[in-house]
């Protein structure tokens, strides 16, 4: 097989970008959603709790577990059929999204979890006394508090989906992994190899230092 200089495989390369990007960008949006879900559940229903519910925390809490421990390799492969079911196919972007996600919520759910965790608990008694619903003092009191390490937790876990998304390429998800595979490592091209491992350090460099960034912005403006 006739090896391919980096600048030859590029446009190869731009495409499994868009298709990272895809994919890593709506399983971030669905994980940010039932994984901020998942965390405000954990944290109302445990003992010092605002609905304490002991039985239900303990359930759940195990299930958030067992889903964190899987790896997930082991669960990209485990949930084609329920990924086909949603999807229609078990493959290429779109595809990837599913166990992607499945991956990262018990993960950002814990975040989630521990950042509310962090709310001073007399903030949270003086939204009680003045009458605040639960769900008033979620939205106005525990997200908003809890904002900084919200954040910072946020962008571990994209940084996290874009390594998963490179191994969701080794079984057809397409995206730097695929490419990686296909271009670099089964042609044993090891400059474009390099290329596609210096796109993705350079894509976590980046997004990392935006967190960084917003992080610093809210301690400042809290300040």
């Known amino acids: 097989m006739k090896k391919t200089s980096v600048r030859d495989s590029l446009p ?3 495409e499994a970008l868009g298709q990272t990007g895809q994919m890593v960008a709506l399983s971030f949006l669905v ?10 559940a954990l944290r109302l229903t445990d003992d010092d709790g605002l609905t304490p519910n002991k039985p239900f925390n303990r ?5 958030v577990n067992i889903g964190r421990s899987l790896p997930f390799l082991i669960l990209l492969i485990a949930v084609i059929p329920l990924t086909r079911a949603i999807v ?7 595809a990837a999204v599913v166990p992607l996600a499945l991956g990262a919520i018990p993960f950002f759910g814990r975040v989630v979890e521990s950042a509310l965790r962090e709310v001073a608990p007399g903030k949270i008694e003086a939204a009680r006394v003045m009458g605040a619903s639960t769900g008033q003092i979620v939205r106005k009191v525990l997200l908003p508090e809890a904002m900084s390490p919200l ?3 946020a962008t571990l876990t994209l940084v996290m989906l874009i390594g998963y998304s490179a191994m969701a390429g080794t079984i057809g998800g397409g995206g ?3 490419f990686a595979i296909r271009y670099g490592y089964q042609r044993f091209n090891t400059p474009v190899l390099m290329a596609a491992v210096v796109v993705l350090v350079v894509i976590v460099q980046i ?3 935006l967190g960084d960034a917003i992080v610093k912005g809210l301690a400042h403006r809290r300040d």
Do not use: H
Request: hydrophobic share 45%; net charge negative.
């Open 151 to 153: 954040v910072s937790g």
């Open 31 to 40: 994980t940010l959603l039932f994984g901020t879900l998942v965390g405000i």
């Open 207 to 209: 997004i990392q230092s």
């Open 88 to 94: 229609g196919t078990a493959y290429g972007p779109k």
């Open 59 to 63: 359930v759940f809490g195990a299930i």
């Open 176 to 178: 730097v992994g695929d």
């Open 12 to 14: 190869e390369l731009w």
